[in-house]
C-alpha cells in the first residue's frame, strides 16, 4: 500500500513535466504569431523601423510611414489572423466530428457553397458587408443539411457524408467559375480572391464580423470542449459517458460552419488553411488534449505566414491561397510517408 | 421456374444477349449520328440543312456556312475527347474496382493541366507535340500520386480515400497552376483553360497531332478489356484464373493516362464524363468490359456533345464552357451513386 506513494509522485511530476511541454508549445507559437504580426507591419515597399513602429502603435504620427502602417498592413495582419483562426477551429472541429484527416470543410464543400454564395452576392447583385457575411453563412448552413439530407439512408454515415460532399463541391465550384466568367474582367482581383483566397486589400470594417463570429462561434465550440473530445472516442463511448449526441452534434457543426462561411466571405476559400490546421494541432497537442486552441493558432499562423510569404518572400506576387494551396501537395506526400511509418489507418 | 417470367430476369438477359447489345450499337450510334448534326446546328446563330450540307463540301460562302464550318472541328473535338474521358473513365473503374473512378475526380485531369502550365512556364514549351507529352507526364504521375495516397492504411484503395485523395491533389495542383499562370500574363489561354476545360475554339491542326496518342490509348484500353472482367472478381480469383494482375493494371492504366493526358492537353481539364459513362453502359450492355470499353467510348461522345451544346443555349449569346456543364450533369449522379451504395462498401 505504501509503495503507491512514490508512484504517484511520479506520475504527479511526469504531468508537471508534460504540463509545462505543452504551456512552452502554446507560448512559442504565440510568439511565433507576434514576430509575425511585427514583420507583416514593418514589411512592405519602405521598410519601417521597429521604433517607428512602435511610435506608430502608440499613437504617434510617423510622417510617411503611419498610412502604411495603419491603413494597409494592420488590416490586412487583422484579416490574416482572424480567418486563419476561424478556419482552423472550424476545420478541426469537421476533422473530428467526421473522423478523417482528409474531411476538412474545404474538401467536401462548405467553403465551396459560402464562397459561391458570396461572390453570386458581391459579383452579380453588387451587395457588400454585412449582406455579403450573412449570405455566405446562409449558404454554407444550406449546404451542410443538403449534405446531409443527401447523405441521409438509414441513417447518416460520416464516409457517405464525405463523399456527397466532394460531389456538391465540384458543383458549386463550378458554379463560381461561370459566375465570374461573366464578370467583367477588371474584377480579375475580385475572381482570384474567390478562386483561391485573398486578403488583399482588407479593411479593418470587413473584419469586424469575422471577429464577431470567432467570439461567438468559437467561445461556443471553447465552452463544450469536453464533449467534444467524448466524441472523438467514438459515437458509442460519448453517448455511454453522458453526451447528448444529437444536440452536441447539431451545435457543433453549426459553430464550425458558421466560422468558416464568415471568415470566406471576407477572403474567400482560402485553400487547405482548415485542411492543414488540425492534424498540424493534433500532432502538437499530443494524444488526449483537446486540439481546438492550437488549431486557431495554427490556423493564424499559416494564414499570416502564407501571406507574408506570397507578398514579399517569393518572386512576384501571390493571394494568400496560392501558398497555401501549394502547402498541400508536400502535406499530402508527407501523410504517405508517415502512414506507411507507422500503419495508422487513414 | 416462376422466376424466368419476372421481367428482371428478361432485362439482365435481353442485356447480356448478343441481339439486344447489337440493337444498343445501333441506339447509340444513331444518337451519336443526331449530337453531331444538333451540335453544327445549334448555337447563338442557327442554321439550316442546305447551309450545313454546303458547308461538310467545304463551302463558307454565307454567314451560315461559315459558323458550320467553325462548328465542325468543334463537334469533332468534343466526340474524341467525350470518347476518350468515357473509356479512361471506364478502364479507372475497373483498374480501382471503384464505382466512384473518373479522370477529374481521381485528380488525373488537374495534374495534367498542372504539368502543361509548368512546360510552358519554365521550360518555354511552344508545340502542341511538347505539351502532349507532358500531359501525359502529368497524368501518369498524378495517377500515381493519388493512387499512392488512397492506397494507405487499412482496407486498402476504398473508393472514399481515392476520392478524398483525388479532391485533394486537384485542389493542390490547381493552386499551383494559378501559382504559375499568375505573374505571367503570356500563357496561352491563361487562368481560364487550364482551371476549366472547354471545346470551343477547336482546329482540324490541333486536333491531329492527338490522333496517335489516342489511338494507342484506345489499343491499350480495348486490349486490358479481357484483364479487366477478371479483375472484377477479385486479385486473388484473377491471379487464379491465370491473369497477371499486376501488369494487366499497369498496362491499362498506361491506355487510361494516355487518354486523359492527350485530351487535357487540347481541352483543359474536364470531370465527370469518365464517372456517368461507364455507369450508363452497365444499364445498357452488362457487366462485361468487353461491351462496357466500346460502349463507353461511344456513349463519352454522345454526353460531351450534348454537354458542349447545352452550354451554348444556356448562356446565350454567349458560352459556358463545356467543363463547367459536366459538372453540373455529372455531379449529381455522383451523389446519386454513393446513395445507392452501402457503407461498407465505400
Same mark, same amino acid.
Given at each position: $500500500? ?13 504531468? $508537471? ?22 514583420? @507583416? ?121 464525405? #463523399? ?6 465540384? $458543383? ?30 482588407? @479593411? ?6 469575422? &471577429? ?8 461556443? &465550440? ?12 467514438? !459515437? ?29 466571405? /471576407? ?64 502535406? +499530402? ?14 | ?8 430476369? @428478361? ?18 450510334? +444513331?444518337? #451519336? ?27 463558307? !460562302? ?28 471506364? /478502364? ?7 464505382? +466512384? ?12 493541366? $498542372? ?53 485533394? @491533389? ?51 484500353? +480495348? ?20 491473369? =497477371? /494482375? ?35 453502359? =452497365? ?61 461498407? !462498401?465505400?
Amino acid at each position: $500500500m505504501t509503495g503507491q506513494t512514490p508512484n504517484t509522485g511520479t506520475i504527479a511530476a511526469l504531468r $508537471m513535466t508534460r504540463l509545462r511541454t505543452r504551456l512552452q508549445l502554446v507560448l512559442i507559437m504565440i510568439g511565433l504569431l507576434a514576430a509575425g504580426i511585427g514583420l @507583416t507591419l514593418m514589411t512592405g515597399p519602405s521598410m519601417t523601423t521597429p521604433i517607428d513602429l512602435l511610435r506608430i502603435l502608440v499613437g504617434h504620427d510617423v510622417p510617411g510611414a503611419s498610412f502604411a502602417v495603419l491603413e494597409l498592413r494592420l488590416p490586412r495582419a487583422t484579416m490574416s489572423i482572424l480567418t486563419g483562426m476561424s478556419f482552423g477551429l472550424g476545420g478541426v472541429i469537421f476533422q473530428t466530428l467526421l473522423r478523417n484527416p482528409l474531411a476538412s470543410p474545404d474538401i467536401i464543400g462548405i467553403s465551396a457553397g459560402a464562397s459561391a454564395a458570396a461572390v453570386f452576392a458581391i459579383v452579380v447583385l453588387g451587395w457588400s458587408g454585412a449582406a455579403v457575411s450573412i449570405t455566405a453563412v446562409a449558404a454554407g448552413l444550406t449546404v451542410a443539411l443538403l449534405i446531409y439530407l443527401l447523405a441521409w439512408r438509414d441513417g447518416v454515415s460520416g464516409a457517405r457524408l464525405i #463523399l456527397v460532399g466532394i460531389g456538391l463541391s465540384a $458543383m458549386l465550384d463550378s458554379m463560381i467559375a461561370y459566375v465570374l466568367l461573366r464578370a467583367p474582367a477588371w474584377k480579375m482581383q475580385d475572381a482570384l480572391r474567390w478562386l483561391t483566397g485573398s486578403v488583399n486589400g482588407a @479593411t479593418l470594417e470587413e473584419a469586424l464580423p469575422v &471577429l464577431l463570429s470567432l467570439a461567438a462561434f468559437g467561445g461556443l &465550440l471553447l465552452a463544450r470542449r469536453d464533449k467534444l473530445e467524448a466524441m472523438r472516442l467514438g !459515437d458509442d463511448t460519448a453517448a455511454a459517458l453522458g453526451v447528448p449526441l444529437a444536440s452536441a452534434k447539431v451545435l457543433a457543426v453549426m459553430s464550425a460552419v458558421g466560422l468558416i462561411a464568415v471568415a470566406t466571405a /471576407v477572403s474567400g476559400p482560402v485553400a487547405f488553411v482548415a485542411f492543414l490546421s488540425g492534424p498540424i494541432a493534433k500532432y502538437i497537442a499530443g494524444p488526449g488534449r483537446s486540439p481546438l486552441i492550437r488549431a486557431a493558432l495554427v490556423g493564424a499562423l499559416l494564414m499570416l505566414s502564407g501571406d507574408f510569404a506570397g507578398q514579399h518572400l517569393l518572386i512576384g506576387r501571390y493571394p494568400v491561397g496560392v501558398v497555401t494551396g501549394a502547402l498541400g501537395a508536400p502535406y +499530402l506526400i508527407f501523410l504517405i510517408i508517415w502512414s506507411n511509418r507507422t500503419e495508422r489507418k487513414l | 421456374m416462376t422466376a424466368i417470367g419476372s421481367p428482371g430476369v @428478361t432485362v439482365a438477359a435481353f442485356r447480356r444477349s448478343r441481339r439486344g447489345r447489337v440493337v444498343w450499337l445501333l441506339v447509340v450510334l +444513331l444518337l #451519336l449520328g443526331c449530337a453531331c448534326v444538333v451540335s453544327v446546328s445549334i448555337g447563338t446563330r442557327d442554321v439550316g440543312w442546305a447551309d450545313i450540307l454546303a458547308a461538310v463540301r467545304g463551302k463558307t !460562302d454565307t454567314m451560315a456556312q461559315a459558323v458550320v464550318a467553325v462548328r465542325m472541328p468543334r463537334t469533332v473535338l468534343a466526340v474524341i475527347a467525350g470518347a476518350a474521358l468515357g473509356l479512361a473513365g471506364a /478502364v479507372m473503374q475497373g483498374i480501382t474496382r471503384n464505382p +466512384l473512378a473518373d479522370p477529374g475526380i481521381l485528380g488525373v485531369n488537374a495534374g495534367a493541366a $498542372m504539368a502543361v502550365v509548368i512546360g510552358i512556364a519554365w521550360f518555354g514549351m511552344e508545340t502542341l507535340d511538347a505539351f502532349l507529352w507532358t500531359a501525359i507526364l502529368g497524368a501518369g504521375l498524378s495517377a500515381c500520386f493519388v493512387y499512392a495516397i488512397g492506397s494507405l492504411g487499412r482496407g486498402g484503395a476504398t473508393p472514399l480515400k481515392l476520392a478524398l485523395a483525388g479532391a485533394a @491533389t486537384s485542389v493542390a495542383s490547381a493552386s499551383l497552376t494559378l501559382a504559375i499562370i499568375l505573374p505571367r500574363n503570356d500563357i496561352a489561354g491563361g487562368v481560364r483553360s487550364w482551371q476549366i476545360g472547354g471545346v470551343g475554339g477547336a482546329s482540324f491542326d490541333a486536333i491531329l497531332p492527338c490522333l496517335p496518342f489516342l489511338v494507342v490509348g484506345l489499343i491499350f484500353c +480495348l486490349l486490358s478489356a479481357r484483364s479487366l472482367n477478371l479483375l472484377a472478381l477479385g486479385d486473388d480469383a484473377a491471379a487464379g484464373l491465370g491473369a =497477371r /494482375v499486376a501488369w494487366a493494371r499497369g498496362a491499362a492504366a498506361i491506355g487510361a493516362v494516355l487518354l486523359c493526358g492527350a485530351t487535357t492537353a487540347i481541352c483543359g481539364p474536364i470531370g465527370f464524363v469518365g464517372l456517368v459513362v461507364p455507369h450508363i453502359c =452497365r444499364l445498357l450492355v452488362g457487366v462485361d468490359y468487353r461491351w462496357i470499353l466500346p460502349f463507353s467510348a461511344l456513349t463519352g461522345g454522345i454526353l460531351l456533345i450534348l454537354a458542349d451544346v447545352l452550354g451554348r443555349i444556356v448562356a446565350r449569346p454567349s458560352e459556358m464552357d463545356v467543363g463547367i456543364v459536366t459538372a453540373f450533369v455529372g455531379a449529381p449522379v455522383f451523389i446519386w451513386i454513393v446513395r445507392q451504395r452501402r457503407v461498407r !462498401d465505400l
